[in-house]
């Protein structure tokens, strides 16, 4: 059986939505977000800030990076 | 909460390669329902052919099209897309491991294994258009956490066998450090919008 999901080799720190004006062969809508967006383009890395609107198609995506700042926490069970 | 009728209900603990690994469900219309098989992540490499030989081998992973039988009043399959998913094939990556995981003594390379997560719309013209998020097997480790793509594919949604030349194509290239979760329309997206 294969893992649901991935468990990060370094740490999994963002979700973004991205807005992808994917009208290309669907007619999906072209509302792009007026924010700043990151080097892949309108829509990515906005972050949730952005404007959305209804036919705007959105996609979570996990970002691993290596932040020597970021350190693993531990799990404290709680007393019976 | 139930098992449409005619949907398999064989038990997890009996799957094997051939079985179906559904993930996401879109309806498209009361009688038409995609589900994304995810493959089965069976990572066999096959070095002779330079794939991953059961992904590669899969008549079940993609993007299955399920009608309802009238006659037995049960769901069936129509058919399975998965053509352009090339799956079990290897795709680069870039600044990605290149070679075998010594630890593994596979690829890091990954292939694309199937779909999960959907959504789609209906088109004014009487197509669908759907968007997956891709499943992955490889040496790396954690098939889970390998770069994978965002895809999209239009199917004609009263066709009974795929249209010529339908196949997947790349909304979102595999990048290195990125996995793709999810996709969704926005809240209010509807009829107004996509004139179904």
Sequence with gaps: MRARTGIAAVAAVLSAAGVIGAATTAGASTARPAAAADSRGPGFGDHGQAPLSPGDLLVSESYYIKDPGLIAGTTLLPLR | MCVLAGFPTALAKTANDASDYPFGLWFASPTTLYVADEGSGDNAYDA???TYSAAAASTTAGL??????TTTGQWTLAYTLSSGLKLGTPYPVHGYPAGVNSVTGLPWAPATDGLRNI???????????IWGVTSAVSGGGDQGADPNQLVEITDPLAAAAPASGEAFRAVIAPAF??????VSFTPGTGV?????
């Design chain 2, 64 to 69: 299955q099209k399920w009608v309802p039988d």
């Design chain 2, 48 to 50: 002779a052919t330079g």
């Design chain 2, 177 to 182: 450090d990125q996995v793709v979760r999810g």
């Design chain 2, 192 to 196: 107004r919008d996509h004139g179904h």
């Design chain 2, 119 to 129: 959504t789609g719309q209906v088109n004014r013209n009487g197509t669908v258009t």
